[in-house]
Every structure is written in C-alpha cells, then in structure tokens.
C-alpha cells in the first residue's frame, strides 16, 4: 500500500508538471494570438511592408510608419550592451580571479541592491546627471550642439540598469569553472592572463552569452527610465547625440491617448505585438547559437 500511494503521488506530481508547463506555454501563445487579433485593423488598412519600413508617424493623418521606434530601441540597446557588456565582464573576472572572497562577500551584495531600485529613480538619476554631463560637456567635445536627452543618455541609464543581472550571472558562471583547469594551464607556463583569456572565458562562453541575453531581453522592455532620457522625438538617430523613441516608451506614452483616434488602439497593439516578436525571436535565437557553442565544446 505505501508503495502504490508512492507511485500515485509521483504519477500526480508529474502530471501536475506537466500542466504547469502547459499553462506556461498557452500564456505565451495567449499573449501572441490577442496582440495578433487587436493588431489586425491596422494591418488590414496599411500593409506590414509600409509599416516597418516608413518612419512618419501621423496619427492624425493615419500614418503609422515604426521604423523610428524600431531604431530607437535598437539604437539604445546596443548602446547599453558596448557599455556594459566588458565593464561587466572586467568586473565579474577581477571579483573571481583576482578578488578575495571578503571582497565578493562585500560588493555583490551592494550589486545586487541596484537590482532592487525602481526604475524611475534610474530615469531621475538620468535627467539630473547624465542628461546635463552629455549637453554641457561630451558632446561640445564632438562639437555637437545637443539637449542631453538622446538615445546615448538612455544606452547610458539602461547599461546601468542591466548591470547587477550581468555582473551576478556572470560571477556565478566564473565560480563554476574548475579549478583544476587554472592549475594545468599554470603549471604548463601560460601566466595569470592567458589562463583567463584562454581556458577560463572559452570555458565560460555559453554561460557569459547566457547572461548578455538575460540582459538585452530586459533592455528591449525597460519603459520609464529611458522614457525620461531619450527625448521621444519619432525620428530615426543618425548619431548618438539625437534623441530617439524607443517601442516601450511610444506604447507608455500614448496608451491613455488610443480611443481619441481611429486605428490608434491598433497601431499601440502592434507596438507591443513588435516587441514581443523581437524578444522572443531574439531568445529564441540565442538559444540555438547556445546550444551550437555547447556542441562544440563536446
């Protein structure tokens, strides 16, 4: 009798996984499928084509051209990724390799406490620090006459914002690698330096990718701090002096606004229809070149 309440119990404790997992799938699809449905008027009226690929954004006029919001995301997530990516990765290194346990004891946990800031005090930081630093001093160095609010004051803000999730993934990848490798590669000459560069990170490399995915996924989505910073200006950037809209701030912006204008509830829909996409293409893509860099170290 114990046996068979056992197995039942495994059999439940399966079967309720499994459902789980289901339910987490259909939430996926759920989401995908009512963006897709409240999206259509729009793409019945104007062809997906011309909406990608013009960037006049009239409302009034019926336009809804997304090629500007499409470059001001990527503008400033890239930004933010050349930023944090080696200061996270310098960083996560010093503290494994070269720092003492006191000294990891002493700082993730002030890195981890960036994690829990709002968001809107990174936006408030932004429009009182960084804005001005980049009007009154970087960009007269460029000789550029710039307000500050630009998509480099929200790559900026937004490396910020992603560093503690970067810097704690990546530590704990770095801890994981044995350290016999270390020995081996020290014992047969290679210094300190090389031993990182050649056997430590190259051991590390799918974990290290893990981590900058982890973080451009929560890049493309972070609304109010590079709202407050950007300059919500719908043009296309041509430098990282000028000011850009990114697809979370448009759709942040103008929701409260969509009932006023035909198509307008559409056309905020497929913002967040377009933003999905990217994310979950985005992932989905990571995680093949993932998959592909584990094969190869077998």
């Avoid at 009226?45 to 954004?57: A, D, Q």
């Avoid at 035909?262 to 497929?270: E, G, Q």
Wanted: hydrophobic residues 55%; glycine residues 6%; charged residues 10%.
């Amino acid at each position: 009798m114990p046996v068979n309440y056992r197995l039942a119990t495994d059999r439940a404790i399966k079967h309720l996984s499994g459902t789980f997992l289901a339910v987490s799938l259909l939430v996926i699809l759920a989401i995908l499928i009512g963006l897709s449905i409240k999206s259509s008027p729009l793409l019945s009226e104007v062809s997906l084509w011309e909406v990608l690929t013009t960037s006049i954004w009239a409302p009034m006029k019926g336009r809804f051209g997304f090629l500007s919001f499409i470059m001001g995301t990527v503008w400033v997530t890239v930004i933010a990724l050349l930023i944090a990516v080696p200061l996270c990765l310098a960083a996560s290194v010093y503290l494994v390799e070269y720092g003492s346990k006191r000294l990891r004891a002493l700082v993730l946990p002030l890195v981890n406490v960036l994690a829990a800031i709002p968001p809107v005090l990174y936006g408030v930081w932004g429009v009182l620090f960084v804005v001005p630093i980049i009007s009154d001093y970087v960009a007269p160095i460029f000789g550029v006459s710039s307000s500050g609010y630009s998509v480099f004051s929200g790559g900026i803000v937004l490396a910020v914002m992603i560093f503690p999730i970067m810097v704690s993934i990546m530590v704990e990848v770095l801890k994981t690698i044995p350290a016999e490798l270390r020995s081996v590669s020290l014992s047969l000459g290679a210094t300190r330096l090389e031993t990182i560069q050649h056997v430590v990170l190259k051991k590390a490399r799918p974990g290290i990718m893990a981590a900058i995915v982890l973080a451009v996924s929560r890049a493309f989505g972070e609304t109010i701090a590079v709202l407050m910073v950007c300059g919500n200006i719908p043009q296309i950037p041509k430098s990282i002096f000028d000011a850009g809209y990114p697809l979370p701030a448009l759709i942040a912006n103008n929701f409260g606004e969509m009932m006023s204008i035909p198509l307008y509830d559409s056309a905020l829909m497929f913002a967040a229809l377009l933003l999905f996409v990217i994310i979950l293409g985005f992932n989905l893509l990571s995680r093949g070149i993932l998959r592909k860099m584990e094969v190869e170290k077998i």
